[in-house]
């Protein structure tokens, strides 16, 4: 293919060699700035490009040397994506395996928590269970990663109508949930009543026109599956009683059989307008669950042994916990300890920290109060998971469920059906998986006192099937895990607050940058992980050519 010519007879790159071997790589960028190849020097973090050999050989300089502390996706990222370039990486990281919250565990996996929680998982060879992420958006960067690393995917069910809601203390009782497709039916054919209602006895008339009144009446007709007018008897008007959208108790069967619709609930609004039913409508609309999700073949560590196996093993120390960094005029001293042994030191030319940020902030460091002052704002949020291995899939048989996910204002919060082996003969499902104060909770009891609580009120659910069937379980407390010690950040007033403006760009003397989902507005998700991850490694690659 021909190069684009920036003058008669000369190409862009031999332009840019020979500009290279007569001035260095300073000037080198600088023409690439001037040929809209390179971002401007006055742009401290430009925009991902995929990094490259080439880019050395036309500056005649030797790849740096960069340690990065932290295991995790956003650890890892780093290292492939500088290894592209020939960067000398080496990874430490503190646990005995890598990716870190992007855990999958099967049947050998051991975890001590902080406190002495300690657990081997039993799980029937071939199951497993995400503990940390479990699904992945369309549009998310992460997807590219899994088709640049050829990992399969396959569609996790993330909305399911026909999965169930149980809201205990809006009075539901033991044993009748409420199929997620009947709470939906019935808050928008309540409210479409009661705005139809609204509407047609003048309450709007200050906002609508004659033509719109009547425009939001049919629409709200068609929305809730209301009914129409009755001259002279408002009560009557517009009344919700149900329809196709809430299901049936007996499926619409062959000729002469149309089935039996169930019955809206008869409450007041105020029962069926509650908390937990706006998180179902926010969680649908919400931009990153909004469209089909996606999850690896085999467990969302597919992710982080295909981005190990790119990088190369030998790069990366496990149960290797960094204890210090002293960022120096030329160079970044990281101290660590490999498995338990002595004191260790890696020099290097640039330093990427990647870990939590308060975990971080514990480390003496000499990259200034700014940076201590930052790390320090993030606040840590609880999380944590329970996976209940059953004999028999009884949820796909008797409840016709497959996949999804049940809503409750229980302490467990969430019940997670499988995705994957549909009508196998066991599964995993995940019997909470609950934040916060719930998460707390759960996390001050040993394995065997989460799975009792975690059961007793599942069977409120699903009966006693969802105890008599149990065959083993896992549990996890994310901010009892060793070097984690939390689910994700919580993030005051966002992260382009101004308190975090020094871990978004180099500190110390300018050879240590910081990278993880923490420093993206996609927290808790790989897909701010490599993001933060692909504008430290470009603001990397930038400042080693031009210097």
């Not at 001293?333 to 020099?347: A, F, K, L, T």
Request: hydrophobic content about 35%.
């Amino acid at each position: 293919m021909a190069e684009a010519g920036v003058g008669s007879g000369l190409t862009r790159r031999r332009f840019l060699r020979a500009v290279g071997r007569t001035s260095g790589a300073g000037a080198m960028l600088a023409a690439m700035g001037a040929l809209d190849l390179a971002v401007s020097s006055d742009t401290p973090w430009p925009p991902f490009r995929q990094l490259s050999y080439a880019d050395f050989r036309l500056s005649g300089r030797s790849a740096a040397k960069v340690v990065i502390v932290g295991g995790g996706v956003a650890g890892l990222a780093c290292a492939y994506e500088l290894g592209k370039a020939g960067y000398d990486c080496t990874v430490l990281e503190a646990n005995h395996w890598a990716g870190g919250r992007n855990l999958t565990v099967r049947n050998g996996f051991e975890l001590t928590e902080l406190g002495g929680v300690k657990q081997r998982v039993g799980f029937t060879e071939g199951q497993y269970m995400n503990t940390g992420p479990g699904r992945i958006a369309q549009w998310m960067v992460t997807m590219d990663y899994c088709r640049e690393l050829n990992i399969p995917l396959e569609v996790f069910s993330d909305v399911n109508h026909d999965a169930y809601v149980f809201n205990e203390k809006d009075g539901m009782q033991p044993g009748h949930p409420l199929r997620r497709r009947a709470v939906v039916a019935d808050a928008y054919g309540y409210l479409s009543e009661l705005l139809a209602k609204a509407t047609d006895q003048g309450a709007l008339d200050k906002r609508l026109t004659p033509e719109d009144r009547e425009k939001l009446i049919e629409f709200l007709r068609q929305f809730g599956n209301i009914g129409r007018k009755r001259p002279g008897d408002p009560e009557r008007s517009f009344v919700y009683d149900g329809g196709s959208a809430r299901g049936y108790s007996r499926w619409p069967g062959a000729t002469g059989d149309p089935g039996v619709r169930t019955e809206p609930k008869v409450a007041p609004l105020s029962q069926i307008i509650t908390k937990e039913v706006g998180d179902i409508f926010e969680f649908v609309m919400d931009y990153k669950h909004a469209t089909v999700m996606m999850q690896p073949i085999g467990g969302m560590d597919a992710i982080p042994r295909a981005l190990a196996k790119a990088i190369g093993a030998q790069k990366i120390k496990l149960n290797s916990p960094v204890t210090g960094i002293t960022d120096g005029p030329d160079r970044v001293s990281v101290r660590y300890r490999d498995n338990g042994g002595p004191e260790r030191q890696i020099d290097a030319d640039y330093c990427i920290l990647t870990g939590s940020p308060q975990l971080l902030a514990r480390l003496p460091h000499n990259l200034g109060p700014d940076v201590q002052k930052a790390l320090n704002t993030y606040q840590m949020n609880e999380a944590g998971k329970i996976g209940l291995e059953y004999r028999r899939r009884w949820w796909e048989i008797e409840d016709r469920i497959y996949g999804g996910v049940t809503e409750t204002d229980m302490d467990i919060r969430r019940i997670w059906y499988p995705s994957t082996g549909y009508h196998s003969e066991r599964g995993i499902l995940v019997g909470y998986y609950n934040t916060g104060d719930n998460a707390v909770t759960y996390g001050a009891m040993n394995h065997a006192a989460r799975e009792a609580r975690a059961l007793a009120q599942g069977v409120k659910i699903h009966g006693p099937k969802y105890r008599t069937e149990l065959a083993r379980s896992f549990s996890i407390a994310w901010h009892r895990v060793p070097y984690l010690e939390n689910g994700w950040q919580n993030i005051p007033d966002g992260p382009d607050a101004p308190v975090y403006a020094p871990l978004s760009r180099p500190s110390g003397s300018g050879r240590t940058y910081f990278a993880g989902d923490w420093l993206s507005h996609t927290v808790s998700w790989q897909h701010g992980a490599f993001l933060s991850a692909r504008k430290t490694v470009t603001a990397i690659h930038q400042r080693s050519l031009a210097h």
